[in-house]
């Protein structure tokens, strides 16, 4: 089959390399011509949020898809309309780009999230501090999102359409990772608990199973639950959660796609959610999820102070222990926070798995040979 | 690491899917437009049998290496003395092409192997009956062996440059995959046991463990670990053997490469053999072999009377079970007994693995819906 995918980076590659077990042929639209996806797929380089470069790539797909949601969501609708197959749907998309559509869908299905505000600037602001500032458009990876604590901190307000939103007193960041094939079958992968370096923003170790109470997992359950059937689509989300002090779950915000937080799925379940997204694309029989055991994952990302071609330190060592998996994508070039690639563990107790990762994170580092930045 | 590959079929397909998560780029030459590494690499269409193709691709690359034994040897002998690293090297490929070399490296070496004769053509023949003739060159998935058993048989034999090796009363067919890496760890994978298909001699099931006395583990053990000693190189080679019904355990033949033989390490083993050869390819340490339970493997070769676009019947309800695994190798064309992939199955337990195997090879059909053979 000709899946076409908006986005050449890791997720896709990842996806991509998981789905060379079965036949199809795959194409995928980046502006990079080096992207991660470029020299395993059929690479058209393109902008991915230009209305006719996407319709122009989508137009000969059976399925159409995407690795990231800044794209163009209204030549997907089109596209829809002209009959190709889009999973998800152009509608989830667009709800999920702009974070007051996506607030207020929470809210119209009853979906626990934090209370908010919606501004089209700062003028508007009437919301109790603390709070947490989201733009309504251009957030990624930690972007385009603050915390406003003080009143000497709304002088730091963003004058743009945003959703301002108590903020959690958060006990744990978790997520769940859940799917639906295209003929109604859905399935979860176990929660997974993050925690996340407070510098970078960036997912740092991603453990799984969380060890949470039945009753917060029940809340999740029915979350999840909730979430899949208003949403309406086929398609893999990752819906990321704040579990509070109090033992309440929020959803902080979802992904429509697949997700840096199921990379231990790699290793650490009986299918990854690499191959559960095939699975929903091709519309299969959707895989089983069970953990095998802890796994847990370590994002590898460029450490400060280093730019230009990528050296990786102590990864030979890492190598050595059998229950340590390292996954790089394939990206040449280093910058200080880039995701270049990560490392899953597997192990029989959650001890192993933590003291694992700490001596990885401490052990591997992701440096440049050539320049240092000053 | 510009990493170059002669042959672009299945197991190379397979080895770059490995692969991809780590950073190198993947070069592969192979005379056929669609094989199944054309989009997964950077592809070179030529021959590699043809020695100045073969130097002209080889020649700027890090590492060179063979998915398939039947390439341009002196080419590669001719890279070696430039300075490019050729793994497995360039004279263990040479005694390995051609059988009368590689029976005379097993006696020279005390490496238990059936009593030969070696001849250049059919009137030097002079060797008890039931005998097994291999063609010194060309032979490949069973092609270039038969069996002479009697008086009769004796017109069918091929006039060529041949072995005639004793036909051994076959207890058991096993297979041991061993790998030398450049700084010279040697690992093998636990034995697997092949049961063949009789009207193809493509290997139809594999399994592992296969359930051996330790008496036969150990001459397994010695012929293994005095292979990779006397051979002197870096590379994978699987190392096909035959248990006789006394107990001697005697060699048939060595592939210089991943095999078929060692597929159901993809899901049946810590690390799979495609993660192995990589380790061996970058010089890493390499990976643990050992087997997480029982795991099996069951190719996917055409049927009889089918010829054209390939239709799969049965595999949805394979994929419906967990503990089973479909590898396809993106090849669109089927025709009878060609190899267009396989089904990996992981098991508690011999009566699940074998109930398993069974049930999948009487569900699962490579067929073509456009045209019928006659």
Redesign the interface.
């Known amino acids: 089959m000709k899946i076409g995918i908006l986005g050449g980076g890791q997720l896709g590659?990842?996806f991509i390399?998981e789905a060379?077990?079965?036949?199809d042929?795959?194409y995928t639209l980046d502006p990079a011509e080096d992207c991660p996806c470029a020299?395993?797929?059929?690479h058209t380089k393109g902008d991915f949020n230009d209305y006719q470069s996407v319709i122009d790539f989508g137009k000969d797909k059976e399925v159409l898809t995407i690795e990231i949601e800044h794209i163009n969501a209204d030549a997907l609708e089109y596209l829809e309309k002209q009959g190709v197959n889009v999973i998800p749907k152009s509608s989830v998309v667009k709800m999920i780009q702009q974070k007051i559509l996506q607030k207020e869908f929470y809210k119209k299905n009853h979906i626990p999230t934090p209370d908010f505000q919606v501004i089209q600037n700062k003028s508007e602001v009437d919301f109790p501090l603390p709070f947490v500032q989201k733009l309504n458009t251009g957030g990624y990876d930690g972007k385009g999102v603050q915390i406003i604590r003080t009143k000497e901190d709304l002088g730091n307000l963003w004058d743009a359409p945003s959703v301002l939103e108590t903020l959690v007193d958060i006990d744990k960041e978790l997520s769940i990772i859940i799917a639906k094939n295209q003929r109604g079958e859905v399935a979860a992968f176990p929660v997974t608990e993050m925690v996340a370096d407070p510098k970078l923003n960036l997912l740092d170790f991603n453990i799984c199973p969380s060890e949470l109470t039945e009753e917060v997992q029940k809340q999740i359950a029915e979350i999840a639950a909730l979430f899949i059937e208003k949403v309406d689509s086929a398609g893999l989300f990752a819906i990321e959660l704040l579990l509070d002090k109090e033992g309440k779950v929020w959803v902080n915000e979802t992904a429509p796609r697949l997700h840096n937080s199921g990379h231990q799925s790699q290793e650490g379940n009986?299918?990854s959610q690499f191959e559960q997204f095939y699975?929903v694309l091709r519309n299969?029989?959707l895989?089983?999820t069970?953990a095998t055991g802890y796994s847990g994952m370590l994002n590898l990302v460029g450490e400060q102070g280093f730019s230009g071609k990528?050296e990786y330190e102590g990864l030979?060592e890492v190598?050595?222990d059998?229950?340590t998996?390292?996954?790089?994508?394939?990206?040449?070039e280093t910058k200080p926070g880039r995701k270049m690639g990560h490392i899953n563990v597997v192990a029989h107790t959650k001890k192993e798995l933590m003291d694992k990762l700490i001596a990885i994170k401490s052990m591997v580092k992701v440096k440049s040979i050539n320049e240092k930045v000053k």
């Open positions: 590659r990842m390399q060379l077990k079965y036949d042929a795959f020299n395993i797929s059929h009986r299918n699975r299969l029989p895989a089983n069970e990528v030979e190598l050595k059998s229950k998996f390292v996954h790089l994508y394939g990206k040449t």
